[in-house]
């Protein structure tokens, strides 16, 4: 298993912008892909960005593209999200994940997360 610890999450008024961070730990951070997901309340967890192993190659939920950008740092073991132009049903917990595959967008699929930051954005 790989140790997930988030952060940067908080409150922002809409159009605003946040930058998450996702510091893992106990295995070759440069093997492996990584995700970010998040998951409102009442709501199931959904896929929002994800990235492969060089930082090459990234994808995004329709409901984000444009606005957020995932990025990574193999040297800091550390996996960003940058969230711009923030909206209210942006709101939710963000978790970050390991990946088997960075085309695999199911969280069913996911056995490493990490605990979670809240991001707010009141309407």
């Known amino acids: 298993q790989v140790q997930l610890v988030e952060y940067g999450g908080g409150s922002v008024q809409p159009g605003g912008s946040l930058r998450l961070s996702c510091a893992a730990s106990?295995?070759?951070?440069?093997?492996?892909?990584m995700g970010w997901f998040r998951q409102a309340p009442g709501k199931e967890r959904e896929f929002v960005a994800t990235?492969?192993?060089?930082?090459?190659?990234?994808y995004y939920a329709d409901s984000v593209k444009g606005r957020f950008t995932i990025s990574r740092d193999n040297a800091l073991n550390t996996v960003y999200l940058q969230m711009n132009s923030l909206k209210p049903e942006d709101t939710a917990d963000y978790y970050c994940?390991?990946?088997?595959?960075?085309?695999?967008?199911?969280?069913?699929?996911?056995?490493?997360w990490g605990k979670g930051t809240p991001v707010t954005v009141p309407s």
């Open positions: 994940a390991v990946l088997k595959y960075s085309t695999d967008y199911d969280p069913t699929h996911v056995d490493n």
């Open positions: 106990g295995r070759t951070f440069s093997s492996i892909s």
């Open positions: 990235i492969n192993r060089s930082g090459a190659r990234t």
